[in-house]
């Protein structure tokens, strides 16, 4: 596609419940990230993806949180037993994977009650 | 560990004014750099980027100035508009490693 999509846009779901967030990101680019913002803050990294890979997953808050790439493309980042502090703004970016280039999606709003 | 900061948290100006946005970063490593403006409910959006090899960009209005010795660098908007009213965010990479971003700086554009 022309950007990079990040699906669902917003996701409620009850405190302990599994989420899984999808990012597709732009056509031939390699490397993937994910970010997680919160209100007012900048956006927090979480994993990076070169390939199918994780280059650098040293982000992720807890083993709670869990992501994929398996072919290359489409990563899904997926969030057990969910809490209510996980609520935020799950970004994804894309690059061609030499350093530059980061284009970002919408972002999913997790929102967990 | 590394971070890249931002000296105001909000700037306000008028609609025509020249803007300009702070930032600092800590990690020497750090050799590409990019200017993000966020609105509302949306992802980051690219606005220029600059290699520490430079030291100016301009591109479309907007300036990024950067200074290695005192690791600083700066956006400036020529002839601010209320379309520019949004967050700004500066964000640092080393090659091949993950961008690390500011908090982020308010612009309000009073017409």
Redesign the interface.
Known sequence: GAG?SQTPSNKVTEKGKYVELRCDPISGHTAL?W?RQSL??????LI?F?GTGA??DS?LPNDRFFAVRPEGSVSTLKIQRTERGDSAVY?C?SSP????G??????TRLTVV | GESVGLHLPTLSVQEGDNSIINCAYSNSASDYFIWYKQESGKGPQFIIDIRSNMDKRQGQRVTVLLNKTVKHLSLQIAATQPGDSAVYFCAGAGFFQKLVFGTGTRLLVSP
């Open positions: 990079v990230y970010y007012g803050q900048g956006p927090e990294f990076y070169q280059a650098d982000g970004l970016a994977g030499q350093g530059y980061y284009t970002f999606g919408s972002g």
